[in-house]
């Protein structure tokens, strides 16, 4: 199961788009509302979680994600919940997937440091430890990063590919009629 932590303010794109693609790849995918089961995000969307991140069932975490929107990731850095679930997730193993201003809160978890890494423009320095990196989307071990909402759908094709492999991705990028100048 994946697991997508959605706070007051997130970046509905980055949180919308990653979803839609694990969906169309056959994975299973639950929103996890951080502040209640009505979530709405920076641009005024609101969104019904599947359920709250009090109530996520870690023995199926297989990958958490956390969208960003400075609203939401301070929602999810405020949470010891979602906070606790992201660390859980790391230290058992599984994906831990953030996007955008999200990369922030890796470093209080250690979980940046050593690893590649990309941002919101202009926040790299905010994610101590991590080697910043231009690339829309980029994969070390078993963090994956993306840098804003332009790279929603790269971000999400590669959450997709470390799920389900490069062929799966390949199938869901041409249903969608994904093309990459």
């Known amino acids: 199961m994946v697991y997508i932590l959605l706070g007051t303010g997130f970046e509905e794109i980055e949180a919308l788009a990653p979803c839609d693609i694990l969906r169309r790849g056959g994975v299973q995918v639950a929103l996890v509302g ?20 009090e109530q996520l069932d870690r023995a199926q975490l297989e990958m958490i994600v956390l969208p960003g929107g ?13 906070m606790e679930a992201v660390s859980w997730a790391y230290e058992h193993d599984k994906w831990v997937a953030a996007i955008c201003a999200a990369p922030t809160l890796l470093p209080r978890l250690g979980i940046s440091q050593g690893k590649r890494c ?4 202009g926040m790299e320095d ?14 070390d071990g078993r963090l994956l990063t993306g840098r804003g909402p332009g790279a929603a759908l790269d971000f999400g094709f590669m959450l997709l590919e470390a799920l389900r492999g490069s062929e799966v991705a390949a199938q869901v990028k041409a249903g969608m009629v994904y093309q990459q100048d």
């Open 34 to 53: 951080v502040n209640g089961p009505e979530i709405t995000g920076g641009h005024g969307i609101t969104v019904r979680a599947d359920l709250t991140v």
């Open 118 to 121: 990309v941002c919101y423009p």
């Open 126 to 139: 905010q994610v101590e430890g991590a080697e910043m990196v231009k690339a829309n989307a980029v994969r």
């Open 70 to 82: 400075l609203g939401g990731v301070q929602a999810m850095g405020a949470s010891p919940a979602a």
